[in-house]
């Protein structure tokens, strides 16, 4: 173990011991030359290990990049991003996916529309309004559905709530209308939980403040507490986003993956997730290629909303 | 609104916004209760031990879904085996190790973006880089492998939270008696964590179990019991998503939906009671 000893010893431990003087380390300067390089070497593996996370997420952006880039090329990005048209097995096909956003966007928002007032009415429900028996109940029920697999949701969307629609609207109830009730109900649990948190961390002696001006509870909530959980309840609303647009089965069990731009709410539609799913099987050459491309889309949209949320806290970190 | 003018009397704005707020956790509540209702009464009729033991025959997939069981166990395991000891050892980095700056918040901020990495780009990007990249073809270990890039965020985050749950003095005592740094984090500070550590896992493994799409890229739907981990098969949401979308056998998608919902329950609920049961004997 003491193999390697003379340019590291000489240089690094001091580094070390200069670390290590905080309040809970020991000085490793009485430590041996052995026991300091076995040390040193497991806070490198560990570093390692740390940094596996980050070339995660290189790793995935350069091999579905390597795989999509070249519908770029092909098509231009203007033309990827801008086009209407999706007709990948035309004589010319064509290879355009904002119809394919727009449908994202619409069965995203309309989930969002749908379950985010009803997740942060159960959140503010949960901790203020509920009593500790009733939240005792309530509380691991909603965590508990959080963790229900996706594919659940889009059995119960497509075999329980599809007929009733199709019933009510006169169709075959595969459309937007089942979708944006899926989604909702999918992120609800995810939303109602983190809003809670940023609720239940206020502290209580700015509750009892309220009170004592002779506020009612309404009151309260409305004016002191959603102001002060603002930023965790949009974080907990943009990772609900960000669960909805990247929500793969659930959405392909309800939306009827039709390659139109659909006509109406109860119409079938196809999306940037559904379209890999549906094509996929089939797909080949260009075709697989610009599936791809889509992945990358799906990618940076994903990072986009993970850096809304790291900037909105910075925000909010600012101001109080 | 609430009484700003003094028009509306104040208690009645209140009455009305606390039945409200009552009307949305009522509604939730009854969403996702008719979820699991509804799942549970369709389902619980085939949950026979010959639906759970045997194998599916015939084209329209009569009989058993063993088969999907065993594929499903297997991949989470070896995603799990795979996982652990990296991202148990990354959280040590993080709580034990790192100095505060920008490395720590680059991890941070790469394991953030990992966890909001939507399934299906995991999907293509495991079959691109395991399935078609690395040779593994549609095999169990390279859908574990893709399953463990799903669970690094979880493992790593919970992980972290348990070794700063672990109270500074345990680790003062282990250094006033002479233990170098790494004796007190295996000896001390991962031993007093890992109930918390165990939490952490059983909830990435209830959500790498009811995974669809990283698997179906990765493992295929090929219906198999794989006993290499370079054979395929078809996990139980992939199969409950199958059977659902061709409609050829609903009754096989209830009971497998049902049996995937026991089982992520079932995990979950352990880690709720690990961690409860670790607070009693805390506190």
Not at chain 1, 31 to 48: C, D, G, M, P, Q
Not at chain 1, 79 to 93: I, K, S, V, Y
Not at chain 1, 172 to 184: D, E, K
Not at chain 2, 42 to 48: A, K, V, Y
């Amino acid at each position: 173990m003491t193999l390697r000893d003379e340019p590291a010893a000489s240089t690094a431990p001091r580094a070390d011991v200069a670390d290590s003087r905080g309040p809970d380390a020991p000085t490793l300067s009485t430590i041996s030359r052995s026991t300091y390089l076995k040390e040193a070497a497991l806070k490198n593996l560990f570093l390692v290990c740390a940094f596996v996370a980050v070339a995660a997420v290189l790793l995935i952006f350069m091999f579905v990049g390597y795989r999509g880039w070249p519908i770029f090329a092909k098509t231009g990005l203007a033309a990827f991003l801008g086009g209407l048209q999706w007709q990948p097995t035309a004589e010319q096909p064509q290879f355009g996916i904002l119809a394919l956003i727009i449908n994202s966007l619409i069965a995203t928002l309309g989930g969002l529309a749908l379950g985010a007032p009803l997740a942060v009415g159960t959140a503010v429900f949960l901790s203020e309004v509920a009593t500790p028996r009733v939240r005792e109940w309530v509380r691991p029920a909603v965590e508990l559905l959080a963790g229900i697999p996706s594919v659940v949701y889009g059995l119960f969307g497509l075999l329980a709530l599809r007929p009733i629609i199709a019933q009510a609207s006169g169709g075959l109830g595969f459309g937007f209308a089942t979708a944006w009730i899926v989604l909702a109900v999918m992120i609800l649990p995810t939303i109602a939980a983190i809003s809670e948190d940023a609720l239940r961390s206020i502290p209580s002696g700015i509750r009892e403040a309220s009170y004592a001006m002779g506020a009612t509870k309404w009151q309260t909530i409305w004016r002191v507490l959603l102001p002060a959980a603002k930023i965790g309840i949009i974080d907990a609303i943009i990772l609900g986003m960000g669960r909805a647009i990247g929500e793969t089965m659930a959405v392909v069990m309800v939306a009827g993956n039709a390659k139109v731009i659909p006509d109406g709410i109860f119409k079938p539609f196809l999306t940037l997730t559904t379209v890999i799913v549906i094509d996929m099987p089939y797909a080949s050459g260009d075709h697989r290629t610009a599936l791809f491309g889509v992945a990358i889309v799906l990618f940076l949209i994903s990072m986009a909303f993970v850096a809304a949320i790291r900037v909105i806290s910075r925000l909010g970190g600012e101001q109080s | 609104m609430s009484g700003r003018r003094g028009v509306i009397d104040k208690r009645v704005t209140n009455a009305a916004a606390l039945a409200v707020i009552w009307v949305c956790a009522l509604t939730t509540v009854a969403f996702l209760g008719s979820l699991l209702l509804y799942v549970v009464i369709n389902g619980i009729r085939e949950l026979t031990p010959a639906f759970i033991f045997t194998w599916p025959h015939g084209v329209n997939m009569e009989g058993g879904i063993w088969p999907t069981i065993q594929s499903t166990i297997y991949v989470t395991v070896l995603a799990m085996v795979i996982v652990t000891p990296v991202a148990v050892l990354a959280a040590v980095y993080l709580a034990e190790y790192a100095v505060q700056g920008r490395l720590v918040r680059t991890i941070r901020f790469a394991a953030d973006s990992l966890a909001a990495v939507p399934s299906i780009v995991m999907g293509l990007f495991g079959m691109a880089l395991f399935v078609e990249g690395m040779g593994l073809q549609f095999s169990t270990l390279a859908g574990a492998l893709a399953l463990s890039f799903l669970m690094l965020p979880i493992v790593m985050r919970t992980t972290e939270e348990a070794i700063r749950a672990v109270p500074k003095y345990i680790r003062w005592g282990s250094y006033g008696l002479g233990a170098s740094k790494w004796q007190t984090v295996s000896r001390i500070v991962l031993p007093a964590a890992s109930p918390r550590i165990l939490t952490g896992l059983l909830l990435a493994m209830g959500r790498a179990a009811g995974e669809t799409a990283v698997v179906i890229y990765t493992m295929g739907t090929m219906i198999a019991a794989p006993v290499s981990p370079l054979d395929p098969g078809r996990t139980m949401p992939v199969h409950v998503m199958l059977m659902a979308m061709e409609g050829i056998n609903l009754k096989a998608a209830y009971g497998t939906a049902l049996l995937l919902v026991i089982m992520v329950l079932a995990f979950n609920l352990t880690a709720r009671y690990i961690v409860r049961r670790n607070r009693r004997m805390q506190g």
